[in-house]
């Protein structure tokens, strides 16, 4: 088995990273001109020439008490292949978005809701 890479998305991992979301969680296809558009960031991992597994996330302003504004992304997915699960990667992924985003973001704020295992 290759060994994983976890860290921000490059420019260069969009497509992969986007397919990769939308096989562990149809059938709500990002277009990559919306994930621009909204400035969407992504933790990935990597495995061999692939993107195998990815959390998309949004960044986003809150108002976290009267005159204090924060910025985060906002995560709402974590995907990862298969033959990548049980591995740590989901975990590797979260620490790699931390890392990236600690000096342009105030915190990291996970959505959770039912569980898909696809």
């Known amino acids: ?10 420019p260069a991992d969009l497509g992969a990273t ?5 096989e562990v969680f149809p059938p709500a296809p990002i277009v990559a001109a919306d994930w621009l558009r909204e400035r969407m960031l992504a933790s990935v991992a990597t495995g061999g020439d692939d993107v195998s597994g990815a ?5 986003r302003q809150l108002v976290a008490a009267p005159g204090v504004l924060i910025s985060a ?4 997915s974590v995907g990862t292949r298969e033959a990548f699960r ?3 990667s989901g975990a590797a992924m979260i ?9 342009r973001a105030d915190g990291n704020f996970v959505f959770q809701g ?5």
């Not at 088995?1 to 490059?10: F, S």
């Not at 959390?55 to 960044?59: E, L, N, R, Y």
């Not at 039912?114 to 696809?118: E, F, L, S, V």
Request: proline share 5%; aromatic share 2%; charged share 30%.
């Open 1 to 10: 088995m290759d060994e994983i890479v976890d860290q921000e998305m490059t």
């Open 86 to 88: 049980s591995r740590g």
């Open 95 to 103: 620490t790699a978005a931390r890392d990236s985003t600690h000096d």
């Open 73 to 76: 992304p906002f995560a709402s």
């Open 55 to 59: 959390i998309p996330s949004a960044m």
């Open 114 to 118: 039912g569980r898909t295992i696809a």
């Open 18 to 22: 986007l397919a990769r979301r939308d």
